[in-house]
C-alpha cells in the first residue's frame, strides 16, 4: 500500500521557534512540495498529520490556519501533488488530550478514515515525537534532516528501524522504485 503520512513543519515547510502563524511565515521547503507531486504521480496517497498548539496557545486562530492551508495547497497544486487531508491537533500541551504527537491519536484517526492498515503506512518527521507517534500507531518511520531532523538525529533514541533522509526529496526518491522514476522523465 503507497500511503504516506507526513508531519508539516519541518518536513514540508520551513520550521519557526515561533510558529507558523500567518501565511506569509509559512515557507515551503526546497524540494518539498516536488516530491509530494512526484510521489503523488507513482500512487502515493499523501495526508499530513501536525501538531499546531499555537491554536490552543491562541497564537493564531482557526481562520489564520485555514489561510496557511490554502496557500500550502494552492502552491502544492501548482507543483502538481494534492494531500487528501490534513490532520491537525489544535491543542496546548497541557490540554490532556490524545492527539498532540507523540501520542498516536491523528494516526489512529487516519487508519480509521481511511480504513487502512497503518502497518503498511511509511510517515515522516523531523521530531522525535512525530516518530513515536507514528510508531505507537504501526506506522514505517523515516526521519528527514530538515527543520529539527539534525538536531533529533544527534539526541538519537529513534523507534528500531527509523530510515534518515536528507529530506522529504531524498525520501521520494527512496520510495518510487527507478523503473517509476524513469518514466517520470
Ligand atoms: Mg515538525
Ligand atoms: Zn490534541
Redesign the pocket.
Known amino acids: 500500500m503507497k500511503f504516506l503520512i507526513l508531519?508539516?513543519?519541518?518536513?514540508i515547510n520551513q520550521?519557526s521557534p515561533d510558529f507558523v502563524k500567518k501565511p506569509d511565515e509559512w515557507i515551503a521547503l526546497p524540494g518539498a512540495l516536488e516530491a509530494i507531486a512526484r510521489l503523488n504521480r507513482a500512487g502515493w496517497r499523501v495526508v499530513v498529520a501536525?501538531?499546531q498548539s499555537g491554536l490552543g496557545r491562541c497564537l493564531f486562530d482557526t481562520s489564520a490556519l485555514n489561510a496557511i492551508h490554502t496557500k500550502f495547497r494552492a502552491e502544492l497544486t501548482r507543483a502538481g501533488g494534492n494531500v487528501e487531508g490534513i490532520f491537525i491537533c489544535p491543542h496546548a500541551p497541557d490540554e490532556q488530550c490524545d492527539c498532540r504527537k507523540p501520542l498516536p491519536g491523528m494516526f489512529l484517526d487516519i487508519g480509521r478514515r481511511f480504513d487502512i492498515d497503518l502497518t503498511q503506512v511509511h510517515a515522516v518527521?523531523?521530531?522525535a515525537r512525530?516518530l513515536i507517534a507514528a510508531r505507537a500507531a504501526g506506522c514505517k518511520t523515516w526521519l528527514v534532516l530538515t527543520?529539527?531532523g539534525a538536531k533529533t538525529l544527534a539526541a538519537g533514541d529513534l523507534p528500531e528501524g527509523t530510515r534518515v533522509c536528507a529530506d522529504l526529496s531524498a525520501v521520494a526518491d527512496e520510495l518510487i522504485p527507478p523503473s517509476n522514476k524513469a518514466q517520470q522523465g
Not at 7 to 11: A, T
Open positions: 508531519d508539516r513543519d519541518g518536513v520550521d501536525t501538531n518527521g523531523d521530531s512525530d527543520g529539527n
